[in-house]
C-alpha cells in the first residue's frame, strides 16, 4: 500500500473515493473530487484505485487543476486531491498491468471483480490510514461500504451511469409488477441472443444484487445526470429504494483539459476534418472498453462504406486477444477506407480528440455505443446521435436519446447482431431527412439548455455532503 497524503487543516472534511476499475469511472469520479474541492474549500480528497489507473492520470489531469487565489488561505483544489494506491491479489490470468478494465476482454471482468473484491484487508489498512470521514463508491463494490460501516464511517454511492436504470432496480426490488415507463422498457432485440463470454446471465444477477446491496448501505445516492433530462426517472428511481437521489449535473471536464495521444496525429486528424463539408461528417467510435467482434466491424464496415458519407472511425483492440484478431480488423477498417477512398474515410487505432471533434461544425452525426459519458459529451455538442448500444446500461441509455429526441437507434436483433444496410440507411436518416432534421434541432436545443441552466448540482452536493458529516459527528 503506497498513500501520499498532505498535511491537512483540522477543520478539513476528508472524503476516500473509491470508483470501480474503469478508467471511464475513475474519470468522472475525478471530476467530481475536482468540483468538490473547488466548490469547498474545506474538502480534501483521497482518491483510490490500482496503480494502473493512478498512472494514467497522476501526470495529466492533476497538473491541470486549477490553482487558489492569493486571497484563500487553504491549500489549493490541487493540493487536497491525493492519490492513494490499492493493490489486487497478483495471478497469471490478472498481472497488475490488467487491474483495469482497459484491454481486458470481457470474460475477465468477473475475474477482475473477485480480485477487487479480494483486496478488502488491503482496503481495511487505507481506511484505518486515511481516517475519512466519508467514503464515496462505486455501486460494484458494497463490501467497501460495509467496511467503512465498521469504522462508523458513512457512505454514498456514487452511480455514473443515467438513473434510466432504475428499470433493473424495478426488476430487482418489485419482480412481476409492470415497469411504469414503457418509453425505456428493454426487449429481447435488447439484449444478446448468443450465448458466450459476454453474457453471463448469474453473473449479471450478481452484479445487481451487489448493486441493490450498495443502494441500501448508502446514506443517500450521487447520480452523474440533472433533471432536465431525467426528472421523472430520478424521482421513481428515489422512491423504489427509499434513499435521496442527489444529481451532480453533466459533470463534463472542460474541453482543454482533456489530453492525450500524438499531437501531430490530432492535428492532422482536426485537419481532414477542417476541409469537410458542414454536417457532412460522421464520428464513429464505441469508447475504450468495448472490442467488437470481427463481424460487428465486418457489417460497420460494410454499412459506413454503403452510406455514401464522410466518416472518422475510431476503434481500439484488446491487447490480451481473448476474442478476435487485432491484425484482421486493423486490415479490415484500413481495407474500408481503401475503398472509399482518404477524402471520404479516416481510421483511428489511437486516442483521439472526441470532444473536438464532437463540437466541430462538420460533424453531421455521432454513432456511439451509448457509454453514459459519451452521451453526454454528445449531448453537451448538440450534435445528432446514433446509438448502436452493445452491453449493460447503453440499451437503455440509447432509448432515453430516442424519447429526448436527440438520437436515433440502428436496428438491431439482439445486441450485437445488425446489418451493414441498416447502418447505412440510419446515417442516411439522420443527415439526409427531414427527421433527421428534426433530431439535430433537439439536440442543439438540448445543448443550449445544459450550457444556460444554473448549474447548482455540486453546490447543493457538496452542502448535503458537509450536512452529513456533521450529523454522524455529532452522534
Known amino acids: 500500500m503506497h498513500i501520499s497524503i498532505s498535511s491537512m487543516d483540522t477543520n478539513t472534511l476528508s472524503v476516500l473515493m473509491l470508483p470501480w476499475l474503469s478508467h471511464s469511472h475513475a474519470n468522472h469520479y475525478l471530476e467530481l473530487a475536482k468540483r468538490l474541492t473547488q ?190 433530462i431525467e426528472s421523472k426517472y430520478i424521482d421513481y428511481f428515489s422512491n423504489l429504494i427509499g434513499k435521496e437521489v442527489v444529481p451532480t449535473g453533466p459533470l463534463v471536464p472542460d474541453i482543454n483539459s482533456v489530453s492525450g495521444g500524438n499531437s501531430q496525429e490530432t492535428e492532422s486528424m482536426m485537419n481532414w476534418l477542417d476541409q469537410r463539408k458542414r454536417h457532412s461528417v460522421v464520428f464513429v467510435s464505441f469508447g475504450s472498453e468495448y472490442f467488437m467482434t470481427y463481424k460487428e466491424m465486418e457489417q460497420l464496415a460494410h454499412g459506413l462504406e454503403l452510406s455514401g458519407v464522410c466518416f472518422i472511425w475510431v476503434a481500439r483492440f484488446s491487447k490480451v486477444n481473448g476474442e478476435s484478431n487485432e491484425g484482421d480488423l486493423k486490415e479490415l477498417m484500413h481495407g474500408s477506407v481503401e475503398r472509399v477512398g482518404p477524402e471520404r474515410g479516416l481510421v483511428v487505432t489511437s486516442w483521439a480528440p472526441q470532444r473536438k471533434i464532437l463540437v466541430h461544425r462538420n460533424l453531421g452525426a455521432f454513432l456511439t455505443h451509448c457509454g453514459w459519458s459519451s452521451v453526454i459529451e454528445g449531448m453537451q455538442a448538440g450534435v445528432p446521435m446514433l446509438s448502436l448500444p452493445m452491453e449493460w446500461d447503453q440499451p437503455m441509455n440509447a432509448k432515453l436519446m430516442e424519447e429526448l429526441g436527440i438520437g436515433l437507434e440502428i436496428p438491431q436483433h439482439g445486441l450485437g447482431n445488425f446489418t451493414g444496410e441498416d447502418v447505412a440507411a440510419s446515417i442516411k436518416q439522420i443527415l439526409q431527412s427531414e427527421s433527421g432534421e428534426r433530431v439535430r434541432k433537439n439536440a442543439e436545443d438540448l445543448a443550449k439548455i445544459i450550457r444556460n441552466r444554473k448549474d447548482d448540482d455540486i453546490p447543493n452536493l457538496a452542502n448535503k455532503i458537509v450536512e452529513l458529516v456533521s450529523n454522524v459527528k455529532a452522534g
Not at 91 to 102: G, N, R
Open 39 to 228: 466548490e469547498q474549500d474545506i474538502i480534501s480528497i483521497h482518491f483510490c484505485s490500482t496503480p494502473i489507473i493512478l498512472e494514467s492520470i497522476r501526470d495529466t489531469t492533476l497538473n491541470q487543476l486549477p490553482t487558489a487565489t492569493s486571497s484563500s488561505s487553504l491549500p489549493p483544489p490541487q493540493s487536497r486531491i491525493n492519490l492513494v494506491e490499492i493493490h489486487l491479489p497478483e495471478s497469471e490470468e490478472l498481472p497488475p498491468h490488467l487491474h483495469t478494465t482497459k484491454n481486458l476482454p470481457s470474460h475477465l471482468v468477473p475475474t477482475l471483480s473477485r480480485a477487487f473484491a479480494q483486496s478488502q484487508q488491503c482496503f481495511s489498512q487505507i481506511l484505518d490510514t486515511v481516517r475519512p470521514d466519508l467514503l464515496i463508491f462505486d455501486a460494484f463494490q458494497p463490501w467497501a461500504a460495509n467496511l467503512a460501516r465498521e469504522r462508523n464511517i458513512p457512505s454514498v454511492v456514487y452511480m455514473g451511469c443515467t438513473v434510466a436504470v432504475s428499470l433493473y432496480a424495478h426488476g430487482y426490488f418489485k419482480p412481476g409488477n409492470e415497469f411504469p415507463f414503457p418509453e425505456i422498457r428493454i426487449t429481447n432485440d435488447n439484449k444478446r441472443q448468443n450465448k458466450g463470454p459476454k453474457v453471463d446471465e448469474q453473473h449479471f444477477r450478481n452484479v445487481l444484487e451487489r448493486v441493490a446491496l450498495s443502494w441500501q448501505l448508502s446514506d443517500f445516492v450521487i447520480t452523474r445526470s440533472f433533471r432536465e
